[in-house]
């Protein structure tokens, strides 16, 4: 059966790193003549520059019939000071929402020759591996009632955080299934000392747990999880939290690698149809100028492959790649230590290569 794919360069370095993953994903297609149904279209910033929308009808009805969409970025200041509901994020909470896309799976980790790169001490960061499964369509970012109320004396803002039983199961779920193909220890963050919300969220998901007996499950607040991996981020196997608390806690276990730019996630459905994006955003301050690490959009595609397209093997490849390229001392600017590092348009060639001689 026809897979088919929708790319979404968006903005920024986003066209950038897509254009290089795009590379790495025709090569493949052509060395195992896979049956891929390609499209492409603009959305965010650029979207809306043509079609005065972040997202057209006809890119969310391609997404829609996709198995796989690989989103690059979107935003830029350009578009800073425009209506909330046309602002180039509004595609991704747009496709997030009308897909269904709830668990968002972020994994963090370390290439060994990159931790000088980190800012944390080798001897904390090396072999960090951990994946935080963020919540990723409930919550506080889409709780109702929302508002801003300018009518009364002082004016306020307000917005409402709600997660139901069956929001709470599927992604927990999720997160106990990655656990039990991982190290079985799962972590699940909350602020269950301040918040109803997050007490429901510890009951359900403790009770859960007796589903999945080798699973060691933990329960922490989120202030404290924030902390701790700072201190000691290989603590945890996998962490599961709400949209809000996962957001941030992802951010962080970003920069533990020493470069955002190295670090893919999926968004997926209950119909393994996923997202998968870079975990950096459009960086308007270095768009144009070749120096944007693709490996983290590169990595996005082996996930793709991985948890939508079939293809296991071919994501396994990718990675393999990637490590033999980190090896060999090939760097782009955001993880050299020295001023000689590589350009963007360079950094899938080298990995094609690699990927030939693997496979002859």
């Known amino acids: 059966m026809t897979k088919k794919i929708l790319i979404l360069p968006g903005d920024g370095i986003g066209q950038e790193v897509t254009s290089s993953m795009s590379e790495v994903l025709h090569y493949l297609i052509d060395e195992q003549s896979l049956d891929f149904q390609i499209s492409e279209r603009k959305v965010g910033g650029s979207s809306y520059e043509e079609f005065g929308t972040p997202l057209t009808d006809e890119t969310l009805k391609i ?15 350009q578009w800073d000071n425009l209506e909330w509901d046309v602002r180039p994020e509004q595609a991704l909470l747009g496709l997030r929402k009308s897909l269904g896309l709830f668990a968002n799976l972020r994994p963090a980790f370390l290439f060994n020759e990159l931790a000088s790169a980190s800012p944390l001490k080798n001897h904390i960061i090396e072999d ?85 007996p080798e699973v060691e499950l933990s329960h922490q607040l989120a202030d404290n999880t924030a902390m701790q991996l700072v201190l000691n981020p290989n603590q945890y196997d996998v962490i599961v939290s709400g ?4 957001d941030m806690l992802s951010d962080i276990a970003a920069t533990l690698s020493g470069s955002i730019g190295m670090l893919p996630s999926a968004s997926l459905n209950s119909s393994s149809q996923g997202m998968f994006e870079p975990c950096h955003g459009s960086a308007p301050d270095i768009a144009g100028q070749g ?16 948890y939508s397209l079939e293809r296991v093997d071919l994501a396994r490849r990718i990675e393999s790649a990637i490590k033999i390229f980190i090896s060999k001392g090939l760097r782009t600017k955001d993880i050299s230590n020295s001023k000689e590092f590589i350009q963007t348009k360079e950094v899938a060639p080298s990995i094609i290569n690699i990927l030939k001689d693997e496979h002859e």
Do not use: H
Not at 159 to 166: G, K, R, V
Not at 169 to 186: G, T
Not at 243 to 246: D, E, W
């Open 291 to 306: 120096i944007a690490n693709p490996i983290a959009m590169i990595t996005s595609l082996a996930m793709a492959f991985e």
């Open 63 to 77: 997404a829609q019939n996709s198995d796989a969409i690989l989103f690059g970025a979107v935003g830029g200041p």
């Open 128 to 212: 960090l591996d951990i994946l935080i499964v963020r919540e990723l369509t409930g919550g506080v970012y889409f709780g109702e009632p929302r508002g801003i109320v300018e009518n009364e004396t002082p004016k306020y803002g307000f917005n409402t955080m709600i997660y139901n039983e069956d929001e709470i199961r599927r992604i927990a779920k999720v997160a106990f299934e990655a656990a039990m193909n991982r190290d079985k220890k799962l972590c699940s963050v909350e602020k269950a000392n301040v918040l109803e919300v997050s007490k429901f969220w510890r009951s359900i998901v403790s009770e859960m747990s007796s589903d999945y």
């Open 243 to 246: 949209n809000l608390f996962g």
